[in-house]
């Protein structure tokens, strides 16, 4: 039996669903250090792109949706307290909101649109994100993310961050899989090879680290390499969101969400049992497949968002993309590289644009949206029908899977 359940049984999930809706237009800027480029500057440059590109008045925009920025507390004041729709003057706007869960922000906000939409509250929704860290001292910057997920009391006093964490759990799924440090720092030659044809990356035209580089950079912890970790960057995107019979009637490429599951796992990183988050991966995946109405065979890209490298073999084991102890070495083997057979993370996760806060997840729906309407470029994928997507709450408290399709 595939992973996604039969399809007369899908259909039936599919039924009780509570409204299906639609991305139809994207905005992006290009992430880079550019201190000059302030979050206003990218947030009207983002928004005003998604609006036009939807071909949806911008008066006809209802609601709007915030990322909440990470670490940024001046521009999360006014996006918190209504000053977007105001300052872009969207006079139609009935409803306005931030969300915040860490790198599952964009899924939720995603979700908000939908229940307002399936409310009827508001027919255009917009979501959109902006991440300036370039302007922010670095003692601040290491502070906020020593702090950010991290239990005050029973992690944080103890050293424990994101890189021990990545370490940790990098460390585990060697032994158990026999993986060798070459397999993993493979990782990072693949996402960074999508990453080279991305125009928005930091790395567009830059050619993919070797293994060899990857090994020879400085070690954080063991086995975590430092172009293992994740740089800071700034960045933004936008998405306006319509229902699915909106985005039909208005009759250009859209990018249709189709089934969605979640599962909570621990807000405590130590204390996260790792044999539950591994199910909760591939439950969530089945039930999303199942409530879309399509098999894994069925999907044309993975667009995995994990934030580190090494934690993409095991995605790709628990999503059945891998055999169980196989995924490093798929990596190794090229197959989820740019030119390779398996369509994986096609901006490169965060090792490709940079750990922007919460704005890694929310420049992988953009992708998403961009493959499904076909016009992702030299990355994009031959007739591209579904696509899996999923997001993970800061430390990796979740994991929420979407399911998107080209047609309703």
């Not at 130590?270 to 969530?284: L, S």
Request: proline share 4%.
């Amino acid at each position: 039996m595939s992973i996604g359940g039969g399809a007369a049984d899908a259909g039936k999930v599919r039924g009780t669903s509570v409204g299906d809706i639609a991305i139809v237009g994207i905005g992006e800027v290009p992430t880079a250090s550019m201190p000059e480029r302030t979050p206003w500057d990218i947030v009207f440059d983002t928004c005003i792109e998604a609006v036009e590109d939807s071909g949806i008045g911008k008066d006809e925009i209802q609601g709007v949706i915030s990322v909440a920025p990470i670490a940024q507390p001046v521009i999360e004041t006014e996006l918190a307290y209504g000053q977007l729709p105001e300052r872009l003057g969207l006079r139609g706007v009935r409803d306005c909101a931030m969300v915040n869960a860490g790198g599952a922000s964009t899924s939720n906000a995603l979700r908000l649109a939908e229940q307002w939409i399936a409310s009827g509250i508001a027919d255009s929704v917009l979501v959109q994100q902006v991440t300036v860290h370039s302007t922010m001292p670095l003692a601040q910057q290491i502070d906020a993310f020593a702090r950010a997920g991290v239990d005050m009391q029973w992690e944080y006093p103890y050293g424990t961050t994101y890189n021990i964490i990545m370490g940790l759990l990098a460390n585990r799924y060697m032994y158990e899989s026999g993986a060798s440090a070459e397999d993993m720092a493979s990782v990072v030659t693949a996402l960074r090879s999508w990453a080279e044809h991305d125009p928005y990356s930091l790395f567009y035209g830059r050619p993919a680290p070797s293994v060899e580089q990857v090994l020879g950079s400085e070690l954080l912890n063991t086995p975590l390499h430092k172009r293992e970790s994740n740089v800071l960057a700034d960045g933004g995107a936008a998405l306006v969101v319509v229902s699915a019979q909106k985005a039909k009637e208005l009759g250009t490429p859209a990018a249709y969400k189709l089934g969605d599951s979640s599962r909570y796992f621990s807000g405590t990183c130590v204390a996260r049992d790792f044999d539950t988050v591994a199910d909760g991966v591939r439950v969530t995946a089945a039930e999303a497949m199942a409530r879309a109405g399509v098999a894994r065979e069925d999907i044309d890209l993975w667009n995995v968002y994990v934030a580190y490298p090494l934690a993409h073999p095991l995605m790709a084991e628990n999503l059945g993309v891998a055999p169980a102890g196989q995924g490093a070495r798929y990596f190794a083997e090229g197959r989820m590289s740019f030119g390779g057979d398996i369509a994986w993370s096609t901006i490169g996760d965060a090792p490709g644009r940079g750990h922007t806060g919460s704005g890694v997840g929310t420049a992988c729906y953009v992708e998403t949206a961009r493959q499904l309407m076909g016009r992702a470029g030299r990355r994009q994928v031959a007739d591209c029908r579904f696509v899996y997507q999923n997001s993970a709450g800061g430390s990796g408290f979740n994991n929420i899977a979407t399911i998107w399709g080209r047609d309703a």
